[in-house]
C-alpha cells in the first residue's frame, strides 16, 4: 500500500502539474456559464446587460437529448438466464428511475465541463421494504475536484483517484463523529485517495481513519468524455477535456459586449442626463466636478462663469442613436450562435417547412451524439460493473427481489438514454411494423427496438395482445361470454332462442354455397354463364378512315 506521504505527492502531481491546464480551462468555462466573465469593452457610463447566453447553451439542449425514460438491456449468458435476467433489469431501471437528475447533471457536466464522472456510494438510509428505495445512490462529483490519469483508465475507471475540495465542518463531523476538526473554522480542505488496495481521507491535515483497506477490489469510480475535444499522441488532458463553451467564449463576448452598447445607448436616448447652470455665487454641491455623470436620469449642476449668460440654463446632454450597421452586427452576432445551438433544441423558431426543421433538429440534436453515447457507457458501467459487483460483495445491500444467483458473474449491460426524436420514431416504427409483418423480425423486438419498450413491457404488451385476440376472434370464448352476460342480465331464454336461430342460418348458408355437381369443363361454362349472366353484346360500329 502507498504511504500518506506518496499519496501526498501524487496529489501535488496531479493538481499543479498533470491537470493544471485543464482547470485553468475549465475555471474560465465557468465563468461563462454563471455570466460573471469580465467586459473590457464597455466602458461607463455605459452599463454591462447579461445575456444568460452560457447557461442557455449548457442547460437547454439537455433537456430534448436526454430521455426521462432510461432504458436498461442485458443479454443472457445461457438460456436458462431468462428470469434472472428480467429480475436484474427491473432493479437496474428501478435504480436509474430513482436516479434520473443525476443522469441529467451528469448530461450537463460532461456539456459544461467537457467531461464526467461518477461515484457509486451505499445509500445508508435504504429500506429494503420500502420499494422507493435504492440500495445505492450515484454520486455526480464536480470534475474540477477529481484528478486522475486518463491513460490508465479501463472503460472509464481508473486506477486511482484523487478528490480534493473545500467541506463544511459540520457536514464532516455528521459523518465522521470521531475527527476532532481543527478550531474557529467552518470549512476545511478535504483531501481523499482511492487505488484497488486502500482508501484514505484527510480534512484540515487531519486524518479521518488512517490508511483503510478497500473491500471492494477496484476503484468505485466511472469517467468519460463530453466527445467536443481530441485525443492528442501527447495525453493531454486540456486537449481531450473540452466543453460546450470553449471554443464559444469570445462569440459570446462580444454579442455582450454589443448588446450591452446598443441597450445603454437606448436607454440614455429615452431618459439622456441633464445640465442645470446656476448664476456665480450659488449654493454648489461639494466636488461637481469630479461627480459629474453622463448616466441615464443623472442630474448635474454647473456654475456660469463670469460674465457668461447661457442660452438655456436647463440643457439635455448628448445621447447617441445607435447606427443601422450596429444592429446589423448584433443580428450578425445573435445567428452565429443560433447556429450553434438552433432554437428548434428549445421548441421553438420559425422555419420555412417541417422538412427544413427536421433536417436543422436533426442536425442540432447530432451534434450531441458522442456526449449521449458516453453518458450511456458511463451509466452502464456504473450500474452494471460497478453496481452489480458493490451488492454482491456488500450482502447487506442486496435487494430483495434478486436471488443471490442471479447475477452469476454478468456485469455488463447497456443504457439508452437519448430522447425520442417524433419524426424519427414515426420512422422507426413503420419500418419496424412492416419488417414484422412480411416476418422478419419478431412482434417482441418490434416492440423493444422500434416502440422503445423494455422487455418487461413487451411481454406484458405480448400477453395482452395474446388475450385479447383470443376473446375477439375465438367463437368458443365469444359464445361463454355472451352466455355469461345474458345470464347476468337474465336473458337465458332469448340468448338460446336467438343462438338456435343462428345455428339454422349457417345450416342454410352452408348448402346454398355447397360445390355444384359437374365435372366436365362444358358443364362447368354453362353453369358460370347461369349463375352470372352476360349482358348482351353490341354489333360492331362501322369504321371509316380519317374519322369522316
Known amino acids: ?6 499519496r501526498k505527492q501524487l496529489k501535488d502531481y496531479f493538481v499543479n502539474e498533470l491537470h493544471g491546464a485543464r482547470v485553468i480551462q475549465q475555471t474560465l468555462d465557468e465563468e461563462y456559464f454563471r455570466d460573471t466573465f469580465k467586459v473590457p469593452d464597455v466602458p461607463s457610463p455605459f452599463k454591462i446587460y447579461r445575456t444568460g447566453r452560457g447557461a442557455w447553451m449548457i442547460n437547454r439542449p439537455i433537456h430534448n437529448i436526454i430521455t426521462s425514460r432510461p432504458q436498461v438491456f442485458r443479454r443472457n449468458i445461457s438460456k436458462t438466464d431468462d428470469e434472472p435476467n428480467k429480475r436484474i ?10 436516479s434520473r437528475g443525476q443522469v441529467r447533471n451528469s448530461a450537463k457536466m460532461a456539456n459544461l465541463r467537457g467531461e464526467s464522472w461518477l461515484h457509486p456510494v451505499m445509500n445508508e438510509r435504504w429500506d429494503k421494504d420500502d420499494s422507493n428505495s435504492i440500495p445505492l445512490l450515484f454520486e455526480v462529483p464536480d470534475p474540477m475536484i477529481v484528478f486522475a490519469d486518463y491513460n490508465t483508465m479501463v472503460n472509464g475507471i481508473p486506477s486511482e483517484v484523487i478528490i480534493l475540495c473545500e467541506r463544511s465542518v459540520a457536514e464532516i463531523q455528521a459523518r465522521f463523529p470521531r475527527w476532532n476538526p481543527p478550531t474557529n473554522t467552518k470549512k476545511v480542505d478535504w483531501f481523499e485517495h482511492w487505488d484497488t488496495r486502500s482508501r484514505y481521507f484527510e480534512a484540515g491535515n487531519i486524518p479521518i481513519s488512517g490508511i483503510q483497506k478497500n473491500i471492494l477490489g477496484f476503484v468505485p469510480f466511472v469517467h468519460c468524455f463530453s466527445g467536443f475535444g481530441l485525443s492528442t499522441y501527447q495525453g493531454l488532458p486540456e486537449d481531450e477535456v473540452m466543453g460546450r463553451l470553449t471554443m464559444s467564449r469570445d462569440k459570446i463576448l462580444q454579442q455582450t459586449t454589443v448588446d450591452s452598447d446598443i441597450t445603454s445607448a437606448i436607454h440614455q436616448l429615452t431618459f439622456p442626463y441633464i445640465n442645470i447652470f446656476v448664476p456665480v455665487g450659488a449654493e454648489l454641491p461639494p466636488d461637481f466636478m469630479s461627480n459629474y455623470k453622463m448616466g441615464p436620469r443623472q442630474v448635474n449642476i454647473i456654475p456660469v462663469p463670469d460674465n457668461t449668460t447661457p442660452d438655456n440654463f436647463f440643457r439635455k446632454g448628448e445621447t447617441f442613436e445607435p447606427k443601422q450597421e450596429v444592429l446589423m452586427y448584433s443580428a450578425q452576432k445573435e445567428a452565429a450562435l443560433s447556429q450553434e445551438d438552433p432554437p428548434i433544441l428549445t421548441g421553438s423558431g420559425q422555419w420555412g417547412s417541417g422538412r427544413e426543421a427536421d433536417i436543422v433538429g436533426g442536425y442540432a440534436k447530432g451534434y450531441y451524439d458522442a456526449l449521449v453515447e458516453n453518458i450511456e457507457d458511463m451509466w452502464a458501467t456504473a450500474i452494471g460493473t460497478l453496481g452489480l459487483q458493490m451488492i454482491e460483495k456488500l450482502p447487506d445491500m442486496y435487494p430483495p427481489g434478486l436471488n ?13 438514454l437519448k430522447a425520442d426524436d417524433p419524426i424519427e420514431r414515426g420512422r422507426s416504427i413503420a419500418q419496424g411494423s412492416r419488417l414484422k409483418d412480411a416476418g422478419l423480425i419478431s412482434h417482441k423486438k418490434f416492440l423493444i427496438e422500434h416502440y422503445g419498450m423494455t422487455e418487461e413491457e413487451a411481454d406484458n404488451e405480448i400477453d395482452e395482445i395474446i388475450v385479447e385476440d383470443v376473446t375477439i376472434n375465438d367463437p368458443v370464448i365469444r ?18 332462442m336467438l343462438r338456435k336461430q343462428g345455428q339454422e342460418m349457417d345450416k342454410r348458408k352452408q348448402a346454398l354455397n355447397r360445390p355444384p355437381e359437374i365435372e366436365t369443363p362444358p358443364g362447368e361454362e354453362m353453369e358460370r354463364g347461369s349463375r352470372f349472366p352476360q349482358q348482351e353484346r353490341r ?3 362501322p369504321y371509316t378512315r380519317g374519322g369522316m
Open 539 to 541: 354489333p360492331p360500329e
Open 479 to 496: 359464445a361463454i361470454y355472451g352466455r355469461r352476460m345474458a345470464e347476468k342480465m337474465g336473458w337465458q331464454d332469448e340468448y338460446e
Open 404 to 416: 443471490k444467483t442471479d447475477i452469476n458473474g454478468n456485469y455488463q449491460c447497456k443504457v439508452e
Open 1 to 6: 500500500m502507498k504511504t500518506v506521504l506518496e
Open 89 to 98: 433489469l427491473a432493479e437496474l431501471v428501478r435504480w436509474l428511475w430513482f
